[in-house]
């Protein structure tokens, strides 16, 4: 079965640490990857996509993500977080055979710590 | 600021009540789409409109009934509704294709007494 997963539900990290958000995937074809992130509140923000060529893939807010075929994985870093990174993060993939169903991770809830 | 523009962003109702979520866009996309999100959970994909028709629709309740009357506008009508609907409605709009990124409103926060 198709799948998508973040196996951490809640990370904690000190401002000005390094963060990284794993995520993971099971398809039969790699499929189109997305972070996305949500502040309380509010909606989902597009932090970065990957669809193919360079395996590191640079977003908005100072994030990027690396995809690692052999790994089936596609995780989330940043060197240095602010406190406005505080927020739930969310890997999405969409299967190339068809459009319009993404699939989202559970989710990966940042606290920030001064 | 989004670009995708949702409202009201809060509503109250009854279960006996009818109501309406309004959803526009102006980026072009022609594709719009229903989420449901509950606390601390993904969201849940709905409906999918593609080019004003109805292209997925997820097993949802009749009591959700959704519209597209242009390709910049999305509707979903409420009536009956239960309070476990209760929840966080997002829309979103992308390009057609499956490799485009969808770009989500900040969601009406509905609550059922």
């Known amino acids: 079965a198709q799948s998508v997963t973040q196996p951490d539900i809640h990370i904690t990290v000190s401002e000005g640490a390094s963060l990284e958000l794993r995520c993971n995937y099971s398809?039969?074809?790699?499929?189109?990857l997305f972070w996305y992130v949500q502040s309380p509140g509010q909606g989902l923000q597009l932090l970065l996509k990957?669809?193919?060529?360079?395996?590191l893939v640079q977003g908005i807010k100072g994030f990027e993500a690396e995809f690692k075929r052999s790994q089936s994985s596609f995780n989330l870093r940043k060197p240095s977080v602010h406190w406005s990174d505080a927020a739930e993060y969310f890997c999405?993939?969409?299967?190339?055979?068809?459009?319009?169903?993404?699939?989202f991770g559970a989710g990966t809830q940042v606290v920030v710590t001064p | 600021d989004t670009e995708v523009t949702q409202t009201p962003k809060h509503l109250v109702m009854g279960m006996t009540n009818k109501k309406s979520l309004k959803c526009e866009q102006h980026?072009?996309?022609?594709?719009m789409y229903w989420y449901k999100q509950k606390a601390k959970k993904p969201p849940e994909l709905m409906f999918v409109?593609?080019?004003?028709?109805?292209?997925i629709n997820e097993s949802v309740p009749s009591r959700f009934s959704p519209e597209c009357p242009n390709s910049s506008l999305l509707n979903l009508h409420l009536h009956a509704l239960q309070p476990e609907d209760s929840a966080l409605y997002l829309c979103?709009?992308?390009?057609?294709?499956?490799?485009?990124?969808?770009?989500f409103g900040d969601g009406t926060r509905l609550s059922i007494l």
């Open positions: 979103a709009s992308s390009q057609e294709g499956p490799n485009q990124p969808q770009h």
């Open positions: 398809y039969g074809a790699t499929p189109y």
């Open positions: 990957y669809f193919s060529g360079d395996t």
């Open positions: 999405a993939v969409a299967p190339t055979d068809s459009w319009g169903k993404f699939q």
């Open positions: 980026m072009g996309h022609r594709a």
């Open positions: 409109y593609s080019y004003e028709k109805l292209s």
